[in-house]
Every structure is written in structure tokens, then in C-alpha cells.
């Protein structure tokens, strides 16, 4: 089954790759340059998967699936939320944004048994410029000291999931496709697709 990942992403796109299987076949919009990238103005993960999702299927026939996501750090008021991917600014690296997420923790003098944080993702699927189903998943874990690994992307350096001695940045990525907050959305998705269920979604509409 063929699905377009609203994304230009392309560590978001193997990572989804990965988790669905080869019975789905993931492209993004790296094939499409000439479709702008909607507003991202949600006020959740949600209303911004869903944003992605409808814009990109308005443009292209496909089954189109978008997510969005984000770390919530519970000493920080749940920041940087939805504002993860831009949490330094506009275009932040990686690296910035973990940057600045240790400095507040540092600043605020947060403990490091006091460090809680979960990460969340919503997908949301749609068709013709209509939502067909959203499907969430969310892991919980602390923010370490210090960036640990190079594995992943995002925040995944400084996120310990509970259960773990590992962040993400130090695990292999089969692990961590088993147990993160995409993963599980994922699976989610992928449990759908194969029940039938969005299709008949599409139908009904």
C-alpha cells in the first residue's frame, strides 16, 4: 500500500518506513517541492497533524498521513509542546533546541529526579482534503543531564524513556521503533489500514 507522509523530513520518513513494514510503500513530499507547507497555527499536536494532512490532500491523490509531535517537559509548564521543532527559533538545529531545553531546566533549577517529560505524537490520515481518523501515541520519560548518543533526531538525546537506562540517542533504532511515541501511533495507523478501517472511512465520506 502506497502512503505520502506530509513531511520534507526525511529522518521522520525512514523512521515511519520502518515502523509500518514493507507492506507499505512511505513517500514525502521530497518529491513534490511545489507544495507549500500549510500554517502550522494549532493549538495541538493534533490540530497541526491535521492541518499537515489536509493540506497536502488537497494537492495530490494519495492517501496522505501527517504527524505531529513534540516533547513535553512537566517543570516547564508542558513546554516546548507543539513548539519543539522551533523551540530556539524559526529554523533551529537539533541541537539548538536541546541546547536551550537544558539551559531552562539548569535556570529554573530543576533536580534530575524532577525532570519528568513524556513524548507525544499525533497522526492524522486523510483523503481529498478530508480527515479520515487521528491516532495518537505518547511515551514517558525524564530529560537527562547531558546529551547521550547520536541516534535519532530531534530531542532524542536527552530523552530517557521510564523503564530504560538508554536515551533514545543511544538506542538501536529496532528498539526504539518498538516503544516510541511515533511507534505507537504508528502501529495504531498501521492496525487500521490493514482492518479496513480508514477505507471505509474514505467510502463513507
Known amino acids: 500500500m502506497d502512503l505520502l507522509m506530509a513531511t520534507h523530513n526525511a529522518h521522520k520518513t525512514r523512521e515511519i518506513q520502518r515502523i509500518l513494514g514493507t507492506e507499505f510503500a512511505v513517500r514525502d513530499l521530497s ?19 491535521i ?28 513546554a516546548p509542546g507543539i513548539y519543539s521543532a522551533r523551540y530556539a527559533s524559526e529554523n533551529a538545529t537539533d ?21 519528568t517529560a513524556r513524548f507525544r505524537c499525533v497522526v492524522a490520515a486523510a483523503r481529498n482534503g478530508t480527515l479520515l481518523r487521528t491516532f495518537e501515541g505518547v511515551v514517558e520519560g525524564t530529560i537527562v543531564d547531558l546529551p547521550r548518543g547520536s541516534h535519532g533526531f530531534g530531542y532524542d538525546p536527552v530523552f530517557q524513556p521510564k523503564g530504560f537506562d538508554q536515551t533514545f540517542g543511544e538506542m538501536a533504532s529496532q ?15 498501521r492496525e487500521a489500514l490493514r482492518a479496513g478501517e480508514i477505507a471505509d472511512a474514505a467510502a463513507a465520506d
Not at 52 to 74: N, T
Not at 95 to 114: F, G, H, S, Y
Open 31 to 49: 518529491e513534490h517541492p511545489d507544495i507549500s507547507k500549510p500554517l502550522e497555527n494549532g493549538k495541538t499536536f493534533e490540530e497541526n497533524a
Open 51 to 78: 492541518l499537515k494532512a489536509i493540506a497536502a490532500s488537497r494537492e495530490l491523490p494519495s492517501l496522505v498521513i501527517a504527524d505531529d509531535s513534540g516533547l513535553e517537559v512537566d517543570a516547564l509548564g508542558g
Open 95 to 115: 541541537k539548538a533546541n536541546i541546547d536551550k531545553l537544558l539551559r531552562e531546566l539548569a535556570r529554573q533549577n530543576v533536580p534530575t529526579d524532577q525532570r
Open 175 to 189: 528498539l526504539k521503533n518498538k516503544i516510541s511515541h511515533r511507534a505507537k501511533a504508528i502501529v495504531a495507523l
